[in-house]
């Protein structure tokens, strides 16, 4: 389910569920770093496939690009923008 495709941008997983309030403050985030630098989302609610819930339930929100985890759990936006060089 990609929301943003941006030819040559960086490949970003972001794993969530519904009713994560923090998975929401980090969408929120990546929308506004979606403004100023382009990439490739990937949104993946950890529900569909037991192994991916099992690997990330505790962690969520999880942001990884370009196969690299860069950031989970309570996420400041100042680090995350740091993640995509903006």
Not at 39 to 44: H, K, S
Not at 46 to 67: G, M
Request: with cysteine; charged share 30%.
């Amino acid at each position: 389910m990609s929301d943003y495709q941006a030819a040559g941008g960086p490949q970003v997983k972001f794993y969530t569920k519904a009713g994560c309030h923090l998975c929401e403050d980090a969408r929120d985030m990546l929308d506004d770093i979606a403004a100023l630098t382009p990439f490739d989302l990937t949104e993946i609610d950890i529900r569909s496939d037991l192994a991916i819930f099992e690997l990330y339930r505790y962690r969520i929100p999880v942001i990884i690009v370009d196969e690299t985890i860069v950031i989970e759990g309570r996420i400041e936006y100042e680090d995350l923008a740091k993640a995509f060089h903006v």
